[in-house]
């Protein structure tokens, strides 16, 4: 299954092997924004810069910006804070950094597009005038192994405050992309590179297939007199107001469609009637909010066998509505305890029958969520967690804990695997707001724990990760980790 078709369906139709390259420039491409923001903000948050370097930093980058001095030049003077420090410190903060920031702003489009172009076989390479600390973590993740950046000097560990040449900037990216071609048989001439700048408009002119994602203007001019093909990408970057309002209406949505639901509890005396009603209510009051639209195969793994222990992959909040909507009724679940702390949400969240569980307590985790195993065998209701125990920062697929497969056996009931493959694309983690967008959504076959004992339990969770992996196609990089 794959999302985006319309973005990647060029690159589908391209011959496979790396004489076809495919070069992305970072910076408002890859990512929406620039990375060397976060790095300047949380560096100034944490007192990593004095007033004195501050003033240096802008003063530069305000010069390149005006014409006054070239890339390198530029690059010299904002370089001269790190002289002295330790690369290895650097390159961990540039890890917290990905994390905590940049991986959100990947464009989901972009993502697409390189996963496409691997799967071809095609070269790959992120060229960027940005430094590695800011690039590499990302161009792990996204699995391109070729990064070619601004390199800075390093002595024994330590950066000496010089910038090594030629920097990959305009030309500089030319020759790089002209010596990656050269290492792995690539012909420039069929080649694809993507970028926004119109400072790329020398690699731009020198692949056979130009291709400006989110140009900016002098780019869009020169696109638009050359003929070629744009995109531009709103998936990331600054939301409207409008998607902040909607976002801020999902938690009232959740409480409004518990209380629609009280009528029917009141009137039949049937807790769970009313509580059916409010979950199909609000599976749909929230999609509409959110702009969400699901595509989904096995839809009729949901109800051959119930109840049963449907897991799910964690990427994204919304989660909670596409389950919500594929599984519509008599359904129970798990949370992390925190929830509890959020006014009348945890309220309506526990009178609906979610376990809160502390995460950083096992034996209180086990306990609490014993009472699913007569949810499941008494009432017949079906219980839905993630066996990665919490959302993940991209689509990675984390370790499985054991709580899900624990309670199958316990219940005598199966698995039935959800597989989320691009929920991430709405809401990724550490971003507060919902973007309307399509998420594919595969429903595995159940499978079968009657032969399952707590003694074989091991083997089993990893049996059924190795499904998901499949089903993401993330086996070769996870076996790569």
Aim: glycine share 8%; charged share 20%; aromatic share 8%.
């Amino acid at each position: 299954m794959s999302s985006h078709q319309d973005v990647v369906a060029e690159v589908l139709k391209l011959p496979d092997g790396p004489q076809i390259g495919a070069f992305f420039d970072f910076d408002g491409t890859v990512i929406s924004g620039y990375s060397v923001t976060a790095f300047l903000k949380e560096q100034i948050r944490r007192g990593h810069l004095s007033p004195r370097e501050m003033v240096e930093l802008i003063s530069a980058m305000a010069s390149f910006g005006l014409g006054g001095v070239g890339f390198s030049a530029m690059m010299v003077a904002a370089t001269q804070f790190l002289r002295g420090i330790r690369e290895d410190s650097y390159a961990n903060f540039g890890e917290e950094l990905f994390e905590s920031h940049i991986a959100r702003q990947i464009y989901p489009e972009s993502r697409a597009l390189v996963r496409a172009h691997l799967k071809k076989g095609h070269t790959v390479a992120i060229i960027s005038s940005a430094t590695p600390y800011q690039v590499r973590p990302a161009a792990r993740e996204l699995g391109v192994e070729n990064v070619l950046c601004t390199e800075l000097e390093v002595k024994d560990g330590v950066f000496t405050g010089a910038v090594i040449e030629p920097t990959c900037f305009g030309p500089g990216k030319v020759t790089a992309a002209e010596s990656l071609a050269e290492r792995y048989g690539a012909d420039l001439d069929q080649s694809y590179f993507y970028s926004d700048s119109y400072d790329d408009i020398q690699l731009l002119e020198r692949v056979g297939n130009p291709r400006p994602l989110n140009p900016n203007k002098r780019l869009l001019a020169a696109a638009e007199q050359k003929g070629w093909p744009v995109r531009k990408f709103g998936s990331r970057g600054q939301p409207q107001l409008s998607s902040f309002l909607r976002s801020a209406m999902l938690p009232v949505s959740l409480v409004g469609t518990f209380l629609a639901g009280l009528p029917i509890w009141a009137l039949t005396g049937s807790k769970r009637d009313a509580l059916n009603f409010s979950i199909s209510l609000f599976a749909d009051t929230a999609s509409a909010l959110i702009g969400l639209d699901l595509k989904v195969t096995g839809e009729q793994h949901l109800w051959s066998h119930r109840p049963a222990v449907f897991i799910f992959n964690h990427q994204s909040n919304v989660d909670l509505v596409i389950v919500a909507r594929l599984m519509r009724r008599d359904i129970s679940g798990v949370g992390k305890r925190e929830i509890r702390d959020i006014p009348i949400v945890g309220r309506v969240m526990e009178v609906a029958g979610i376990v809160l569980i502390d995460r950083r307590n096992s034996a209180s985790a086990i306990e609490a969520m014993k009472s699913l195993v007569d949810t499941m065998r008494i009432e017949g209701k079906s219980v839905c967690l993630s066996p990665e125990g919490t959302r993940a920062i991209t689509p990675r697929l984390a370790d499985f804990k054991k709580g899900a497969f624990h309670l199958a056996i316990q219940a005598e009931v199966p698995i039935v695997p959800i597989v989320i493959h691009n929920s991430i694309d709405v809401q990724p983690k550490g971003d507060l707001v919902f973007h309307p967008g399509t998420v594919d959504v595969e429903v595995l076959a159940p499978i079968d724990t009657s032969e399952w004992s707590a003694d074989t339990i091991d083997a089993h969770v990893g049996e059924v990760r190795s499904l998901y992996l499949q089903a993401l196609d993330q086996k070769k990089t996870q076996a790569e980790k």
